[in-house]
């Protein structure tokens, strides 16, 4: 089992296949994911390929949650995001979602991996959509098995749950910034390590309940890059001082800022 884990890992990480434009036919037949569990090295991981080459990880390691997709259209060579739409189940249209590219430019990372793993979890018809280096739009139809266990242990293993009642209340998918109608009144600035500026840029992505007085409570963090150096910690106490500005709608009312989650991501750069 030592040995199996690091070369799944690696299939997650690696080129599977070449894309094709327009539409990837669905396979005859839902695939399964498929789960390892190595405890030694602290690592679960759920894994499902396609035939049209895209293959999805989930996995923990080390209490690190990531959700991955490799097999994509290569990203645009400076890009270090890209935006992906995904639909699952009986969704008709695809959502705009945001991953981190990887090493690997066919690789991407979510922004909000467990959520999204949630999503994924559900199982059904599966598309994805990707902009490729010539400018072109893939479109990939698959078939997933629910996957209800293999999921939630790669979830339980970092201490996140299958079902979450903030899922349907979320808006954004850890962009850089606050998505739409959402604008800071006061920005937060987070206090970063010397060990994370030295690692020159990195990002937090997290998500969090606004107060109608503009406060935001019950943060969480969904990803950060680079780990292990404090920066979603930093992003996350920034949270305390940092304020919503309420917004006037053209009829001259202000939405509530109650019952809503909003996802975003700090990000910095040193130049």
Not at 82 to 103: K, Y
């Amino acid at each position: 089992m030592d040995a199996l884990l690091p070369a799944l890992i690696l299939l997650a990480t690696a080129t599977t296949g070449h894309a094709q434009p327009a539409q990837t036919p669905a396979s005859a037949a839902p695939e399964d994911w498929v789960l390892t569990v190595v405890p030694d090295q602290k690592a679960t991981l759920a894994l499902v390929e396609f035939t049209s080459g895209i293959s999805l990880a989930a996995r923990c390691v080390d209490d690190a949650y990531d959700l991955l997709i490799t097999g994509l259209p290569e990203a645009p060579q400076r890009a270090t995001t890209r935006d992906l739409g995904l639909a699952v189940g009986d969704d008709d249209v695809t959502r705009r979602t945001i991953w981190t590219v990887g090493e690997d430019r066919t690789t991407a990372f979510s922004r909000i991996p467990a959520m999204v793993a949630r999503r994924l979890a559900k199982g059904g018809k599966l598309q994805i959509v990707a902009q490729g280096p010539d400018d072109r739009r893939y479109r990939y139809v698959m078939d997933i098995n629910p996957s209800s266990t293999a999921i939630e242990q790669t979830l339980t293993a970092c201490g996140r749950p299958l079902v979450d009642p903030r899922d349907s209340l979320t808006e954004g998918e850890g962009q850089d910034g606050l998505p739409t109608p959402f604008t800071w009144e006061r920005l937060p600035n987070p206090d970063f390590s010397t060990q994370a500026l030295d690692a020159g840029e990195g990002y937090a992505a997290l998500s969090c309940m606004p107060q109608q007085d503009g406060r935001l409570s019950e943060c969480r963090i969904e990803s950060e890059w680079p780990r292990r150096l404090g920066i979603g910690r930093a992003a996350l106490r920034s949270m305390g001082r940092a304020r919503l500005r309420q917004i006037t709608t053209g009829d001259g009312s202000e939405p509530r800022f109650d019952n809503r989650v909003v996802a975003f991501a700090i990000t910095f750069k040193v130049k």
